[in-house]
């Protein structure tokens, strides 16, 4: 799912979106409520016709913006109060205003408002979020009253896989249309998340979609599908492009480096994108280091077909019965090849 906090998936249009063939992104509820304001967008019909995106859409709840950006926040059973930085007033967010904002903004999915712990935390600090956690999710399905939107609870635990176990049996019991692994890719060492993944996913419901919160590298991914995750979310792919990336395959370039600037080569001769169909690597090159804003377009939309397609042609290759942890599509001697040339 492409990310798209305060209802933009950024330098990307809702055309040039779809193209990439993304099936659903996420916004935010912190941001959103914050700016524009939920009853803007509740006004203007709903998030949909707010931003013009005819597909599904998830909203994050806001729990990890409120832990990892507010100042000055304190956390307690009833929620969290923290200074707004926008004008420095104080705010709250309980589980309650966290589904009514989600319920406003009309999203196919919401998110259960959680506690994630920062890494490291301490055993205690991680097992009280945990309890935080499961008693908001409590909350949260007391007062979600939209049966068009879906809400997901969150499993939390941090590297604990006695807390991860506890949490995803609690968050289990509540059979919601969802499941979602948070408090992942915060810091902590990449085999401690594969291993949280291959620990916690059998343990969830096998018929209804598992979220892995915040992932977007390919191997990550590649991992953690093997594994019977389903769904992902990332700002990776337009955050390098706005920072003059390119994701080519499993590959980054800077699309500033001097050997760019005579190759007159597509940029991924078996990608389809608006930039590597119509455009040459010393193009990109250019417009990255003459700072236009459309080499950071080109690239972000470049960036989240790479991701599209590769999830794509996982999903080809598990129909196939040629799919494995280590799925790399574009090696020849793989039995998944041709996939990633066909998307």
């Known amino acids: 799912m492409p990310v798209g906090t305060l209802g933009t998936v950024k330098g990307v249009t809702a ?25 803007i967008i509740a006004d203007a019909g709903g998030l949909h016709n707010f931003m013009n ?20 926040k304190n956390i307690s059973d009833e929620g969290v109060t923290f200074r707004n930085p926008r004008d420095g007033t104080n705010l709250q967010l309980t589980p309650e205003k966290a589904v009514e904002i989600q319920m406003a903004l009309a999203s196919d999915v919401a998110m259960a408002f959680d506690q994630c712990p920062p890494f490291p935390s301490t055993e205690n600090d991680v097992e009280d979020a945990c309890r935080r956690t499961h008693l908001w999710l409590e909350r949260c399905v007391e007062v979600h009253a939209k049966p068009d939107q879906a809400l997901f609870g969150i499993v939390q635990g941090g590297c604990f896989p006695h807390l991860r176990k506890q949490s995803a049996r609690v968050v ?47 191997r ?16 990776l792919p337009t955050r390098l492009g706005r920072h003059g990336t390119a994701m080519v395959r499993d590959e980054r370039w800077n699309l500033r480096n001097a050997r760019f600037r005579e190759d007159h080569q597509p940029l991924d001769k078996t990608c389809g994108c608006e930039a590597c169909r119509c455009h040459t690597r010393a193009y990109l090159h250019h417009l990255i280091r003459s700072e236009e804003l459309l080499g950071l377009t080109l690239l972000s939309v470049h960036n989240l077909q790479n991701l599209i397609r590769f ?12 799919f494995s942890e280590d799925f790399a599509p574009w090696n020849t001697d793989s039995p998944a090849h041709h996939t990633w040339y066909r998307h």
């Open 15 to 39: 055309n040039q979106l779809a193209q990439t063939g993304a099936q659903m992104i996420l916004s935010n509820t912190y941001h959103l409520h914050l700016q524009p304001g939920e009853r």
């Open 53 to 72: 995106w005819n597909g599904p859409i998830l909203t994050d709840s806001g729990g990890y913006q409120v832990f990892s950006l507010a100042e000055k």
């Open 172 to 218: 289990s019991s509540f059979n919601l249309p969802g499941i979602a692994i948070g408090g992942v890719s915060v810091g902590e060492p990449t085999e401690e998340m594969h291993k949280t993944v291959r620990e916690i996913t059998p343990l969830l419901a096998k018929n209804c979609p598992r979220y892995l919160m915040g992932i977007g590298t390919l």
């Open 220 to 235: 990550e991914m590649s991992i953690a599908v093997a594994n019977g995750i389903d769904l992902f979310d990332c700002v």
């Open 311 to 322: 999830t794509t042609a996982m999903g080809q290759a598990i129909e196939e019965g040629c």
